[in-house]
């Protein structure tokens, strides 16, 4: 196959055998999510760029490393979304949020990050997300974590590891801030370049590094759990009791912060195991959210899920396996005048939801079966001038190869039963 025709590389093409099963994910999100009073937000794919830098965090590997940035016929610095989060922040913020309001969204859509592509890491992929946006308190994020196992549990994923941390909040910061360096300075020798720079502007994001040098260092750093605040603390207990009511399994990682500088509090991973390196199907977070032109920042919580890290989960549960596109009838016809009812037959049956296909060139009745079998109709319907002359079809029944004439003026609700009767 020429280059020139695949789709650039860490894209890809979904054809309709393997979008059912996105269809179907994204309707069970809409199902439990909507029992969450969350409603479907839809913003634009593109936003200003300093919608993310100030979100997302200038040291982390999705703003130095990743994000298509390009200025556009206007001279404007334009990125294309490299996550949900600060897109729903801006819009919400922009019909603005009433003190103590709650707001309750979801979203589902193409996210693009500039990475290396890998079974599992694309630079086009796909996120299911909420966000919860006004208020505070640890139930509401007991309530989130909830609604993500309930989501990944509705679409059949069993082997799930939930972890869970706090990165507590900015008087949290600065003892935790210490620990780290004074622990990371040890051993800064031994790990890679970017950490080397981590260490002197934000030595948080050392313990979301991947290498796996580093990860032999980070693994011993201090527990920020152990470092947290009273306050903080008795925050994540609440936190873990409300899903401890919920019996809901976690793990807590201590050193857990994510890779996205916004978190405050809570934050949490869904891990699957047996997809390779990229294991995390879904992650989030209690953040706070500052943006260009807000006086306060936006406190919310919410999580993203990815589509195609779901795709190979449910893969390995033998789940989800792809389908192509059937249909309930074939019509045959044999001549014009067939061809003409055949018309007006499809467009009755169709608009009772039957799913129909028919022959729309003249062919020979051998070619027409060949497709009808292919189609994976159960009945073909054949129809030629003789049938038309003696006011009946041809029913026949590709699985068991039988076939009876059915009388045209009854043709149509015949049908109708057949096709709905399991
Ligand atoms: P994130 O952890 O960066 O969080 O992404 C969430 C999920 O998106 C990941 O768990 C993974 O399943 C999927 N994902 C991320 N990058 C890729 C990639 N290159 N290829 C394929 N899948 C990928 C966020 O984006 C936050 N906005 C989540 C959030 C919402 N936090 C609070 N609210």
Redesign the pocket.
């Known amino acids: 196959m020429s280059k020139r025709t695949e789709p650039i590389p860490g894209t890809s093409d979904i054809f309709p055998e393997e979008s059912i099963l996105w269809q179907e994910i994204e309707t069970a999100a809409q199902r439990v999510f909507s029992t969450y009073a969350y409603g479907e937000l839809r913003t634009p794919i593109m936003e200003r760029t300093d919608v993310f830098l100030r979100s997302i965090g200038d040291e982390t590997d999705i703003v130095q490393k990743e994000m298509y940035t390009f200025t556009d016929r206007g001279g404007r610095s334009l990125t294309l979304r490299p996550?949900?989060?600060a897109g729903m922040i801006r819009a919400l913020a922009n019909r603005g949020i009433a003190q103590g309001e709650e707001k309750r969204v979801y979203y589902c859509g193409p996210?693009f990050?500039g990475?290396r592509p890998a079974a599992?890491?694309?630079?086009q992929?796909h996120?299911i997300?909420v966000?919860c946006v006004g208020r505070q308190a640890p139930e509401i994020d007991g309530e989130n974590i909830a609604m993500l196992m309930h989501f990944l549990q509705e679409i059949g994923l069993r082997k799930l590891r939930l972890l869970l941390n706090s990165r507590g909040v900015a008087a949290d910061r600065e003892i935790i801030s210490k620990a780290l360096y004074a622990w990371f300075s040890q051993h800064i020798d031994s790990m890679c370049d970017d950490c080397r720079r981590r260490l002197e502007t934000n030595v948080w994001r050392i313990l979301d590094c991947k290498v796996d040098e580093c990860r032999e260092i980070i693994d011993r750093a201090p527990s920020i759990t152990d470092l947290l605040t009273p306050e903080s603390r008795d925050y994540f207990q609440h936190v873990c009791r409300t899903l401890d009511l919920l019996h809901i399994e976690y793990e807590i990682a201590p050193r857990l912060i994510?890779?996205?500088d916004y978190y405050v509090h809570t934050v949490f991973?869904v891990v699957y195991e047996g997809i390779g390196a990229?294991n995390?199907?879904?992650?989030?977070?209690r953040?706070e959210i500052g943006l260009p032109g807000l006086k306060e920042p936006v406190r919310g919580?919410?999580?993203?899920?990815?589509i195609?890290?779901l795709l190979l989960s449910l893969a390995q549960e033998k789940k989800g396996e792809t389908k192509p596109i059937t249909v309930d009838l074939y019509l045959i016809a044999l001549g014009e005048k067939a061809m003409q009812e055949n018309f007006e037959l499809a467009d009755k049956l169709r608009r009772q939801g039957i799913r129909v296909l028919m022959t729309l060139e003249s062919r020979g009745l051998k070619s027409q079966l060949r497709s009808a079998n292919k189609s994976g109709a159960h009945y073909a319907v054949i129809s030629g001038d003789t049938e038309l002359e003696k006011g009946v079809a041809v029913c026949r029944d590709l699985q068991t190869s039988t076939q009876e004439e059915i009388p045209r003026e009854t043709l149509a609700t015949e049908l109708i039963r057949r096709c709905s009767t399991p």
């Open positions: 996550e949900g989060t996210m990050r990475e599992g890491r694309k630079r992929f996120q997300g966000e994510r890779g996205l991973e990229q995390s199907i879904a992650g989030g977070g953040y919580v919410g999580f993203a899920a990815g195609e890290r």
